[in-house]
């Protein structure tokens, strides 16, 4: 099996397994015990906390840890309206290419009222910083807009978008939940103010997260109970799965640049192999992308079957992301970036990690042109591309 399809989710590292499994025999206590087991957990739980904000460079106070990436976009943002409609701002800032974590949370908060501004992202899959200065109102409350995005694999001047928002004075929040472990991150000097990660991304354990909040920014809580993560998020800590997310990252960002060197030379390969189909097209910008993803439009065919042949000849990859899959509807990232209806419902997304090989990259290049070949053999659009009566659009 040929696993190409880590944008959805990466395989737990060993390292962090073992980590895990250490903590659930011998740390297991409930950190908020003031009993020696307890007392032990708490301090695993801050020595966890420390690293993760060594590791994006925050202070250790700035360290909120979550159950996952939808989890702090939720948090973020919330908090954020609630702070700005306090102040009687109503109005936020985003890209209509988010993850549902942030644009079903949008959306939510337009029906209580706030007004949002979805910035178009162009065909290659960016903003710019300017047309986020250009959006920015004396009622904004929140500019909100992901890293890396999830389906194309595009990355955001985030650093120069934070430069504007903090001449602004208006806070930052990135979704950064595909960019953790695979691109540097220094919230400090990329003038972020809040930003969510999610461990399940870079071989961690699934169901936790962390949310990093800057000193100074008020930070509502999301989920109310008990006294954990200094009142702002309660419920009994995930010493556990806390402690495997700092070691996968650790690891991931110890060999960052090397990772990042191999695995977009994969990538490349693939970009290239693929570029070969006749009427496809890369989606997102080319140079400005995770390095380990890979996404194309095929013209001709419809999404659904395709994965599913992938699967019989072995390869996990995904049409569009995990979570639109089910649904008939193109991806609204695909449609964010201007392909039209016909084109978004045949894309691609093949998403590598380290683990990949060059045996693998040659394989999905034999199986992918032959499937897309076969199944334009049958496909009504494709017969009207060919004969004329439809115009090529790739
Ligand atoms: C996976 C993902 C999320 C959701 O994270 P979970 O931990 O699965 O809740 C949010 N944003 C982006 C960009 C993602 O890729």
Redesign the pocket.
């Known amino acids: 099996m040929i696993y190409a399809d880590n944008?959805?989710?990466t395989k737990l590292s060993p390292h962090a397994l073992e980590v895990m499994v250490e903590t659930a025999q011998n740390t297991w206590g409930n950190p908020s015990s003031l009993y020696e087991l307890g007392q032990r957990a708490q301090e695993a739980l801050s020595d966890a906390r420390s690293r993760m904000a060594a590791l994006l460079g925050a202070d250790a106070k700035e360290i909120y840890f979550t159950?996952?990436?939808?989890?702090?976009?939720n948090h973020a943002i919330r908090s954020c309206a609630r702070l700005g409609a306090a102040k009687g701002k109503r109005h936020i800032i985003s890209t209509a290419f988010?993850?549902?974590?942030?644009l079903h949370t949008l959306k939510r908060l337009e029906k209580e009222g706030y007004e949002v501004t979805y910035l178009p992202v162009h065909e290659n899959g960016i903003v710019t910083a300017d047309e986020v200065k250009a959006a920015i109102r004396p009622d904004t409350c929140l500019v909100t807009i992901?890293?890396?995005?999830?389906e194309i694999g595009t990355i955001q001047p985030v650093k120069e978008i934070g430069a504007v928002c903090r001449a602004a004075k208006v806070p930052f929040h990135t979704?950064?939940?595909?960019a953790a472990g695979h691109v540097k991150i220094d919230v400090k000097e990329m003038n972020i103010d809040l930003l969510?990660l999610?461990?399940?991304?870079f071989h961690g354990p699934?169901?936790?997260?962390a949310l990093y909040c800057r000193t100074g920014l008020p930070l509502y809580p999301l989920i109310e109970g008990g006294a954990q993560e200094r009142n702002r998020r309660a419920g009994t800590e995930n010493v556990m799965g806390i402690r495997g997310m700092v070691t996968a990252l650790e690891d991931m960002v110890k060999d960052l640049d090397k990772n990042a060197a191999y695995v977009s030379r994969l990538r490349d390969k693939l970009i290239d192999g693929l570029s070969a189909v006749p009427h496809s097209a890369l989606n997102g910008d080319r140079a400005n992308r995770l390095p380990g993803n890979v996404n194309f439009c095929f013209e001709g065919i419809e999404g659904e079957s395709r994965p599913l042949l992938l699967d019989q000849a072995g390869i996990c990859a995904s049409s569009g992301?995990?979570?639109t899959s089910g649904s008939l509807d193109p991806s609204h990232v695909l449609l964010a970036i201007g392909r039209p209806h016909e084109v978004a419902h045949g894309s691609l997304r093949l998403t590598l990690c380290e683990e990949n090989t060059e045996a693998d990259v040659d394989a999905i290049l034999k199986a992918v042109p032959e499937i897309v070949e076969y199944l334009r053999g049958f496909s009504p659009i494709w017969q009207d591309l060919e004969s004329g009566r439809r115009a090529h659009m790739l």
């Open positions: 944008a959805a989710t159950s996952g990436g939808s989890e702090g976009d988010e993850h549902h974590a942030v992901m890293f890396a995005n999830n979704d950064a939940v595909q969510s999610s461990a399940h991304k699934r169901g936790v997260g992301s995990a979570c």
